[in-house]
């Protein structure tokens, strides 16, 4: 199987703490990867080292053979935990955003979902509520056909049945082959939809498995044994 | 990509100048015709103190108005050029700048083109509300000033001084925006206190960077004081000439090494909030 993301001793240090540390990883094509730890693990450190947002102190990465950088930009389609989106862009426009600068965006994707959940394309980003911004940002995301796909918190804001059709989204609409990686601490939520697990702590990968091993092995679900790993 | 960029940076920008620039335009026609107007002076002349004291205040007011639009034409460039680094870059949409696939020195070029395009047009304008307010008669004298103005900057800097004083205000103008993104960059390195630091560093840079020009310029230009720099043979220009040609080059290497560090923070030592 190929892998889209390797990495190797991959570390991020801010003066002596170390936010990630000797990460060694290999995530394949085609799979929905949970990345799973308490807050300040070094989830986000993880996915803005791939997205060429920071800078590792020490090791490698490469995404689809590149390291981080224009190459990996373009087939890297990235959900950050904040809003990125501008207040003066209609949402079209920022639709026309999208199709100048990623050739893999699928403007009546975002079209049919925008509508689906009712986002007037004419409003302006300004007048949007924050959970609607969030929501527009993911059908942004989600519209690219990407090769790899990182979501960082993509149900941390918002309410439980958003939750759901918003991961029915992500489910639905990932290119085949591609590759999906959430990060979250609300495992019982996204817990049905993984195919790998991967537990940080404090930097450092505790466990790398597919969900059929852990159940096969431990006889646990994840978040029972997420509870059991990291409890406090 | 670059010209999608600046597509998109001029659209962003436009919607804060277009309308300031109408505004400052249509004060100027409004003072012309207050100040001007043989109607408006008719009414002055009139023996009519009520009408005089009206006149008085609607003028005053308007030409207030118009020099708060000259200035705030000025203020309005200088915060569009922080504002639209700081926040599209450092900001939260920084995310979305950064993981476009652009290169960081496209972004930075962007910007810097976008700053220089809008100062050159607000002085022109600012210049252009000016020109409508001068009385028509003083107007036509415009072409005679300005060709003297060309002919003694050509006398004093020799032949193509005026080229070299274009040059000179272009690398300038480059310096100055390019030395703002660099402090800005480097106050965005600290996990506090960020703005502030900007302006720190600001002033950091700025008074180490006149200090090395001058001391250059001083250095380089020692000679002229000796005896054969001052042959009347010689142009009068001459250390002028020299003045200006040694600021360029140095003009040119500030340039040059605050786009490098700039695009050194941003591709490796960004860290977005």
Same mark, same amino acid.
């Given at each position: 199987?190929?892998?889209?993301?390797?990495?190797?001793?991959?570390?991020?240090?801010?003066?002596?703490?170390?936010?990630?540390?000797?990460?060694?990883?290999?995530?394949?094509?085609?799979?929905?990867?949970?990345?799973?730890?308490?807050?300040?693990?070094?989830?986000?450190?993880?996915?803005?080292?791939?997205?060429?947002?920071?800078?590792?102190?020490?090791?490698?990465?490469?995404?689809?053979?590149?390291?981080?950088?224009?190459?990996?930009?373009?087939?890297?389609?990235?959900?950050?935990?904040?809003?990125?989106?501008?207040?003066?862009?209609?949402?079209?426009?920022?639709?026309?955003?999208?199709?100048?600068?990623?050739?893999?965006?699928?403007?009546?994707?975002?079209?049919?979902?925008?509508?689906?959940?009712?986002?007037?394309?004419?409003?302006?980003?300004?007048?949007?509520?924050?959970?609607?911004?969030?929501?527009?940002?993911?059908?942004? &995301?989600?519209?690219?056909?990407?090769?790899?796909?990182?979501?960082?918190?993509?149900?941390?804001?918002?309410?439980?049945?958003?939750?759901?059709?918003?991961?029915?989204?992500?489910?639905?609409?990932?290119?085949?082959?591609?590759? &999906?990686?959430?990060?979250?601490?609300?495992?019982?939520?996204?817990?049905?939809?993984?195919?790998?697990?991967?537990?940080?702590?404090?930097?450092?990968?505790?466990?790398?498995?597919?969900?059929?091993?852990?159940?096969?092995?431990?006889?646990?679900?994840?978040?029972?044994?997420?509870?059991?790993?990291?409890?406090? | 990509?670059?010209?999608?960029?600046?597509?998109?940076?001029?659209?962003?920008?436009?919607?804060?100048?277009?309308?300031?620039?109408?505004?400052?335009?249509?004060?100027?026609?409004?003072?012309?015709?207050?100040?001007?107007?043989?109607?408006?002076?008719?009414?002055?002349?009139?023996?009519?103190?009520?009408?005089?004291?009206?006149?008085?205040?609607?003028?005053?007011?308007?030409?207030?108005?118009?020099?708060?639009?000259?200035?705030?034409?000025?203020?309005?460039?200088?915060?569009?050029?922080?504002?639209?680094?700081?926040?599209?870059?450092?900001?939260?949409?920084?995310?979305?700048?950064?993981?476009?696939?652009?290169?960081?020195?496209?972004?930075?070029?962007?910007?810097?083109?976008?700053? @220089?395009?809008?100062?050159?047009?607000?002085?022109?304008?600012?210049?252009?509300?000016?020109?409508?307010?001068?009385?028509?008669?003083?107007?036509?004298?415009?072409?005679?000033?300005?060709?003297?103005?060309?002919?003694?900057?050509?006398?004093?800097?020799?032949?193509?001084?005026?080229?070299?004083?274009?040059?000179?205000?272009?690398?300038?103008?480059?310096?100055?925006?390019?030395?703002?993104?660099?402090?800005?960059?480097?106050?965005?390195?600290?996990?506090?206190?960020?703005?502030?630091?900007?302006?720190?560093?600001?002033?950091?840079?700025?008074?180490?960077?006149?200090?090395?020009?001058?001391?250059?310029?001083?250095?380089? @230009?020692?000679?002229?004081?000796?005896?054969?720099?001052?042959?009347?043979? @010689?142009?009068?220009?001459?250390?002028?000439?020299?003045?200006?040609?040694?600021?360029?080059?140095?003009?040119?290497?500030?340039?040059?090494?605050?786009?490098?560090?700039?695009?050194?923070?941003?591709?490796?030592?960004?860290?977005?909030?």
């Amino acid at each position: 199987m190929n892998n889209i993301l390797k990495c190797e001793n991959l570390s991020k240090y801010y003066g002596t703490t170390k936010a990630l540390d000797n990460v060694t990883l290999n995530i394949p094509q085609g799979r929905i990867v949970g990345l799973l730890g308490p807050n300040g693990s070094g989830k986000t450190t993880f996915i803005k080292i791939c997205n060429d947002l920071l800078t590792p102190t020490k090791g490698s990465i490469q995404i689809g053979g590149f390291a981080p950088g224009v190459e990996t930009k373009k087939i890297v389609s990235y959900l950050p935990e904040k809003t990125y989106l501008n207040s003066w862009m209609k949402v079209s426009e920022i639709l026309d955003f999208f199709s100048d600068f990623y050739s893999d965006f699928n403007r009546d994707k975002a079209l049919d979902m925008l509508n689906r959940l009712k986002i007037d394309p004419k409003s302006k980003l300004k007048t949007l509520s924050k959970g609607t911004k969030e929501k527009v940002q993911l059908i942004l &995301v989600m519209s690219r056909e990407a090769k790899l796909y990182l979501l960082d918190e993509p149900i941390g804001g918002v309410d439980p049945a958003a939750r759901d059709y918003i991961l029915d989204t992500i489910i639905r609409n990932y290119s085949e082959n591609a590759t &999906v990686v959430l990060s979250t601490h609300l495992i019982s939520d996204i817990e049905k939809i993984l195919d790998d697990i991967i537990f940080l702590k404090d930097g450092q990968v505790i466990l790398a498995k597919t969900v059929d091993e852990v159940r096969d092995e431990s006889g646990k679900s994840i978040d029972s044994l997420f509870r059991e790993v990291f409890r406090c | 990509m670059l010209g999608k960029l600046l597509k998109y940076e001029i659209k962003a920008t436009s919607r804060w100048f277009l309308p300031l620039y109408v505004a400052i335009i249509f004060s100027a026609i409004i003072n012309k015709f207050l100040f001007v107007t043989p109607i408006v002076n008719k009414a002055f002349e009139q023996n009519n103190s009520f009408v005089n004291i009206m006149q008085g205040i609607i003028s005053s007011v308007s030409m207030f108005l118009y020099v708060a639009l000259f200035f705030g034409l000025f203020v309005a460039t200088l915060i569009v050029v922080i504002q639209r680094f700081y926040k599209s870059l450092l900001g939260d949409e920084g995310y979305l700048m950064f993981t476009i696939p652009v290169k960081a020195w496209q972004n930075i070029l962007n910007k810097l083109l976008v700053s @220089m395009l809008w100062t050159f047009t607000s002085t022109v304008i600012g210049f252009g509300s000016i020109l409508i307010l001068v009385p028509k008669e003083e107007l036509k004298q415009l072409p005679y000033v300005v060709s003297d103005a060309f002919f003694e900057i050509n006398q004093t800097l020799g032949a193509g001084g005026i080229v070299l004083l274009i040059i000179f205000a272009i690398l300038a103008l480059i310096v100055s925006v390019m030395e703002i993104y660099t402090a800005i960059s480097l106050g965005h390195l600290f996990n506090k206190y960020k703005l502030l630091l900007s302006f720190a560093m600001y002033l950091g840079l700025q008074t180490v960077a006149q200090f090395l020009a001058l001391f250059i310029v001083a250095l380089s @230009m020692k000679d002229i004081n000796k005896p054969y720099v001052t042959d009347l043979t @010689m142009q009068i220009g001459a250390p002028f000439r020299q003045f200006f040609i040694i600021a360029n080059i140095i003009l040119v290497l500030y340039a040059a090494g605050y786009f490098f560090l700039t695009n050194y923070l941003l591709e490796k030592k960004l860290n977005l909030e």
